[in-house]
């Protein structure tokens, strides 16, 4: 099992957030924290996800997220 952490530019959206915790489930991935914060006075969301799971997982979830408009960017942070 490995950690990473995964930085994601989102619209500002209950869908938005519930499919990538979706995506982060359907990945068989672990959290161990969320950080979302607001951005652009409210109309985009930041979210710092620290995660663990297989090594190729964290690619995988960053290429599913971006496969969805709700997503402006997803890009892995740190391996360890």
Same mark, same amino acid.
């Given at each position: 099992m490995m950690r990473f952490v995964v930085f994601v530019e989102l619209v500002n959206s209950h869908d938005a957030v519930a499919k990538m915790l979706l995506a982060v489930?359907?990945?068989? #991935? !672990?959290? &161990? %924290?969320?950080?979302?914060? %607001?951005? &652009?006075? !409210?109309?985009?969301l930041s979210a710092i996800l620290l995660l663990h799971g297989e090594e190729n997982k964290a690619?995988?979830?960053?290429?599913?997220? #971006?496969?969805?408009? /709700? /997503?402006r %960017?997803?890009?892995?942070?740190k391996q360890v």
């Amino acid at each position: 099992m490995m950690r990473f952490v995964v930085f994601v530019e989102l619209v500002n959206s209950h869908d938005a957030v519930a499919k990538m915790l979706l995506a982060v489930k359907q990945g068989n #991935l !672990g959290i &161990e %924290s969320i950080n979302i914060h %607001s951005t &652009e006075d !409210g109309r985009n969301l930041s979210a710092i996800l620290l995660l663990h799971g297989e090594e190729n997982k964290a690619e995988w979830l960053v290429n599913k997220l #971006l496969n969805f408009p /709700y /997503y402006r %960017s997803a890009k892995i942070l740190k391996q360890v």
